[in-house]
């Protein structure tokens, strides 16, 4: 199993790390150099499609790292709603406020709000964009 794959290669950040990653659907890792690492377990058709779209980004001095495209974290981030993920988010829309694909990022997260019946983070999601592009 993945899980425990990685909790051989990596330290838990917390106790009871696999039982944790198996419900709640996310292992808590720490790297070699003491940073947090968030493992995404999949079981969403969104997920695979997120996957779908990541793409490499090449950090000097030639480690490559997979990445979610902005439209997907964006949607990630406002279906967390924590606060940090909030902050976060008016930073990705302002770095990238003219080439995000709404239609895409709304066609994503819609359903997924449904699905846990919290409509509110479309809602503040949208607030936060008409105020980003009137600070434009």
């Known amino acids: 199993m993945a899980v425990d794959r990685l909790l051989a290669g990596f330290r838990a950040r917390i106790a009871g790390a696999r039982e944790?990653?198996?419900?709640?659907?996310?292992?808590?890792?720490?790297?070699?150099?003491?940073?947090?690492?968030?493992?995404?377990?999949?079981?969403?058709?969104?997920?695979?499609?997120?996957?779908?779209?990541?793409?490499?980004?090449?950090?000097p001095p030639g480690v490559v790292l997979r990445t979610c495209c902005a439209e997907d974290l964006v949607v990630l981030k406002a279906f967390a709603g924590r606060p940090q993920d909030w902050i976060d988010l008016e930073s990705v829309l302002v770095r990238q406020r003219r080439t995000l694909d709404w239609r895409l990022i709304v066609e994503e997260l819609k359903p997924l709000l449904d699905w846990r019946e919290t409509p509110e983070p479309l809602q503040k999601l949208q607030q936060l964009r008409s105020e980003v592009e009137k600070g434009a």
Not at 22 to 32: E, H, K, T
Not at 44 to 56: H, I, K, M, T, Y
């Open 20 to 59: 944790f990653a198996l419900r709640q659907r996310v292992l808590l890792l720490w790297s070699s150099e003491g940073v947090g690492i968030d493992v995404a377990l999949g079981a969403l058709p969104f997920e695979e499609r997120c996957v779908g779209r990541a793409s490499d980004w090449t950090i």
